[in-house]
């Protein structure tokens, strides 16, 4: 690579009809990860163009306005890899090899897999990327502008990425709205199984296990309660991704199992033995590290949770939201915890804990019954 990013403008002929020095960035996969980089890109004034293995997805993407054109661009600054983590690396080789991709053109992937992907090239263009952001939508319908304002994106970067390709990708990524974080491939592969791998197998066969039991007991999905859904929710995504993640990411992904299988088999002997303040410890030490996992908050012991029990009822909640808003009062996060009973539930609302006790108060005189929980320690 003889030139860089930072050497000039990257990219290659102007496309037809665009003012000059219009960047051009090519998305190859055009559903909710890949659409939502065309479109933060947009925002940018970038002129985007799409392929995707499906082609009604790609005429999908172009009639919502996602990319501007179909195909390649051989002019493109910037080109996106959002396809499924076994069939990454065949694009990427296919785009070094197989295009007429100016030599200044940076190219990333967004697979949730590095150490297996950036091991095959060494190609100083070649750049493996990460945004640790989704959606509940799915697909290119799915896709936002603003997907990835505050999210961390991870980059890899290795001892043959070109420095200067490596800033400008990760200025561009900032100017987005990610959070960019350089890891090594195999930390970041170690920490995903952690935090995203595992805790879908897990779901995946925490719900087979009720589905197994289902069979026997007619009645007990209906009976599943908040948590049950809270955990399993997860595994409703799409399966066909998971071997290939699964596959490449084999080493992490076993030594998490196996460090959650030692847990769950320690949290076994001490319901096995009576040991009650053992117990005790476990579930204390889990509820004050999940209290203070908001992702918004840097300050955990400057929030709190107001839980206020809701009937599902036209207007219910649309009643408390406008008391907030009406208090002046942000709402850091919002969640339905589900009962049981089914028509019923908890609305949880992250809020400063300052104004915490002043909304209580508040849903308290309009006949609610609102409790707070602080984040953070136990007091």
Not at 54 to 77: F, K, N
């Amino acid at each position: 690579m003889t030139t860089s990013p930072a050497d000039e403008q990257p990219g290659g002929e102007q496309p037809e009809g665009e003012e000059p020095g219009t960047p051009v960035a090519t998305i190859i996969g055009t559903g909710l990860i890949g659409g939502s980089v065309g479109l933060a890109l947009k925002g940018l004034g970038w002129r985007i163009h799409g392929v995707d293995a499906d082609r009604g997805v790609e005429a999908r993407a172009q009639e919502l306005g996602v990319i501007d054109e179909v195909g390649l661009h051989p002019g493109s600054s910037l080109v996106v890899v959002a396809t499924p983590v076994g069939t990454t690396p065949t694009v990427i080789r296919d785009l070094l090899e197989g295009s007429d991709l100016s030599p200044r053109c940076v190219i990333t992937d967004v697979g949730s897999v590095k150490e297996t992907l950036v091991a095959r090239f060494d190609d100083p263009r070649v750049i493996g990327g990460h945004p640790m952001a989704g959606s509940e939508q799915v697909g290119v319908d799915g896709a936002r502008a603003d997907l990835f304002v505050g999210a961390t994106w991870v980059l890899c970067p290795t001892s043959s990425t070109d420095p200067a390709a490596y800033a400008w990708l990760r200025a561009l990524l900032g100017q987005i709205g990610a959070q960019v974080v350089d890891l090594a491939p195999a930390r970041h592969d170690a920490m995903v199984a952690a935090v995203s791998h595992v805790p879908h197998l897990t779901a995946a066969a925490l719900m087979g296990m009720a589905a197994d039991l289902e069979e026997e007991h007619a009645a007990l999905l209906q009976l599943a309660a908040g948590g049950f859904r809270d955990m399993t929710r997860i595994a409703a995504g799409r399966p066909t991704i998971w071997p290939d993640i699964c596959l490449d990411n084999q080493a992490a992904i076993l030594a998490t199992l196996d460090t959650l299988i030692d847990a769950l088999g320690a949290m076994r002997s001490k319901i096995a033995s009576g040991d009650q303040v053992g117990l005790l410890s476990v579930l204390e030490r889990a509820a004050v590290a999940r209290r203070a996992l908001n992702e918004r908050a840097t300050r955990p012991e400057a929030l709190a949770e107001v839980r206020v029990p809701v009937t599902d009822q036209v207007g219910v909640v649309t009643n408390i939201l406008v008391r907030v808003s009406q208090l002046g009062i942000n709402i850091e996060d919002l969640e339905i915890a589900h009962s049981v009973e089914g028509d019923r539930g908890v609305l949880v609302l992250t809020v400063d804990r300052d104004s915490a006790d002043r909304l209580v108060d508040t849903l308290t005189a309009d006949g609610l019954r609102a409790s707070v929980l602080p984040l953070g320690p136990w007091s």
